[in-house]
Nanobody
């Protein structure tokens, strides 16, 4: 099993920045890649960014150049730095781990960007 706990969400004005962090515990050795997803009200959950060994990253077109995903192996965390935030970035953000035994999700953290 893999446990994920997100933190760092909140309310920010458009153009501002937030940094989300995902604390990872459990069977870390079994994780193939990590990702951040988001779900806005009445919309489907969508991929924001992924990171896999050895730190290969991918981003949704809507966040390229604004968001950066990174990992800290010493702290067992995966972070999402979000800059130049827009109202359309408002959503619940989820951390996800794709592991040998399945896909695991955190509880989510709310990000609200005001115009």
């Amino acid at each position: 099993q893999v446990q994920l706990v997100e933190s760092g969400g909140g309310l920010v004005q458009a153009g501002g920045s937030l940094r989300l962090s995902c604390a990872v515990s459990g069977s870390i050795f079994s994780i193939k890649f990590m990702g951040w997803y988001r779900q806005a009200p009445e919309k489907q959950r969508e991929l924001v960014a992924t990171i896999s060994r050895p730190d290969s990253t991918k981003y949704a077109d809507s966040v390229k150049g604004r968001f950066t995903i990174s990992r800290d192996n010493a702290k067992n965390t995966v972070d999402l730095q979000m800059n130049s935030l827009k109202p359309e970035d408002t959503a619940v953000y989820y951390c996800s781990a794709s592991a040998l035994m399945g896909v695991f999700w955190g509880q989510g953290t709310q990000v609200t960007v005001s115009s």
